[in-house]
């Protein structure tokens, strides 16, 4: 395994082959090799059925049972929140994260402008929000955010000029975070008329059909919203099930003639300020909601999906406020977007129950995001113990890099002007090592798709895995080989306003390296990034390698980064359980 040059490469490939031998956790430790989910990581065809829900105290019984809460609603435990939730509750944590302001971005290259820095650029903005990620109070609600913006995708990759653009891309993630407790009705609107979501999907500046200049409107949002957004390709009963026709087929949500219809529904927005001799007119600049310009909207009545008509004459902000009203109150929405939550925050297999509590909850709510991803972590099938090999998903790769750094307390110092712009490998583009990054996916349908599955042999579907759409056997040494240098090259004292990247405080596992007590370590980590549920066998196999190393002479500094990136590279810690 080419993860470093010399003996450390050597001795990492060794203890990978050693965890994998162990048989615990999955397996999938050859050289490069894609970790497969088999200790949880997504369900086969048909996830079994529960037992009827059973009650779970709301104070957690141990500190795994706390973390493994924190896993789910945060960016990972830390050993502080750990001990504040056992005192607190679950329920309370919920409604203290719920009263959180949130953290914005666009403050933050304000800030910037008004110290000195002339022209932010995204990288400003990425790395800013990653560390914030891994420090700010408002934990769940930067996880909704980071939910939603998985679902209502734009990206800063498909910009012309990002420089001008990283302002507008900044207040669409502050949107996203504003609105993340809030009505998915209102949220969805927001998104529709913001400049950035208007650029990306290619309705700003969408004008009526002129058959003399050839101009039809795009179909772009039009068709998103409905596929991406609300209510998918097919119609679902509120467990997540698709309704069939007396032919067992499935029975699309809508047709082209209705995408043509609601394409002319989102006509007559443009950017913010612009007279009609400017309409549509390019600005990278602006990042205030498009604003209806009458005479470019499409006055007569369009029938949208379930035979709906919308016919507001030239009232584009009337026509729009119709049609999202009716995409968010479809049957459809509810359990469409409840179950991609769930596959955000607990599990790729939801059972059909488990959907339609959640989704249950969002009807009766009238689709209070608040209230929807309370009971997304507070259901029992998240609280229990598992009992389903299916059970679980893939940690995203952002997600795993700031569970590191808020396990081990990471420490970073911004320059003078305050800019969180992290020089080591990779750190202005995430996308190239992790396959992932802030705001920066490769297409409307995000970095995967929530439907993608794990192939399996003889035509057999296999488990829903979207996470690992993105992991291939190249991209899982490049993960490794950035996991490497921020825990290999961490810095041997504490961080500067020159340090390349955030510093971990490994002390407490050097000390005990120190002592010689391996079980100690691997049982901090245990807790930490495992939520507890690493297999003994695993732990075993850590805690031989730590003796290996030891018998070697390896310094107790460095057995304590060989203990970190092992777990890092381990399959259980590849899937959240």
Known sequence: MNIRQGARAGMLALALCVLAACGGGGGGGDEGGTPPPASGGGGGGTPTAPKPPAPYPDIPATNADAARFLTQATFGPTATEIARLKQIGYKRWI???LAQTPTL?????????ANGVTTPTPQHRRNYWLWQAANAPDQLRMRMAFALSE???????????????????????????????GS??????????????????????????????????DENYGREVMQLFSIGLVKRNKDFSPVLDANGQTIPTY???VVSAMARVFTGWTYAGQTDAQFGRGDNTSYAP????????????????????????????????????????????????????????????????????????????????????????????????????SYGKPREPLVKLATLWRAFDAKYVPSAMGEVKFAFSNAGDLANSLQQDSQRAPSVFNFFEPDYRLPAADG?????????????????LSMLNQHDSLVWNNAAAAPTATTNAPYLDLSKLTTLAEANDHAGMVQQVNLLMFHGALSNANAQAMVSMLDRLATAKDSAANRAKSLVLLAMASPEFAIQR
């Open 290 to 389: 498009m604003e209806c310009h009458t005479a470019f909207h499409d006055d007569q009545p369009k029938q949208i999906f379930d035979g709906i008509v919308v016919s507001e004459g030239n009232n584009c902000v009337a026509s729009m406020g119709k049609t999202l009203d009716a995409l968010a109150n479809h049957s459809n929405t509810a359990p469409f977007i409840s179950r991609q939550l769930i596959q955000r925050f607990v599990t790729s297999n939801p059972s059909p129950q488990y959907v339609e509590r959640v989704a249950n909850v969002w009807t009766t709510s009238t689709g209070d995001m608040g209230k929807v991803i309370r009971a997304i972590l507070l259901d029992t099938e998240a609280r229990m113990p598992p009992t389903d090999a």
């Open 184 to 217: 998915y009705r209102a949220l969805l609107e927001k998104v529709s008329v913001h400049p950035a979501m208007g650029y990306f999907l290619s309705h700003v500046g969408n004008r009526k059909a002129d058959p003399r200049r050839n101009i039809t409107p």
């Open 255 to 257: 047709d082209e003639q």
């Open 151 to 181: 679902i209502m995708v734009v990206s800063d990759r498909e910009v012309a000029d990002g420089n001008a653009t990283v302002f507008r891309i900044a207040d669409y993630q502050d949107t996203l975070a504003r609105g993340a407790f």
């Open 105 to 113: 971005m666009l403050p933050h290259l304000q800030q910037l402008v």
């Open 460 to 476: 057999v579907q296999g488990m829903f895995a979207p996470e690992f759409q993105i992991l291939t056997e190249a991209t899982y």
């Open 95 to 97: 409604d203290e994260q």
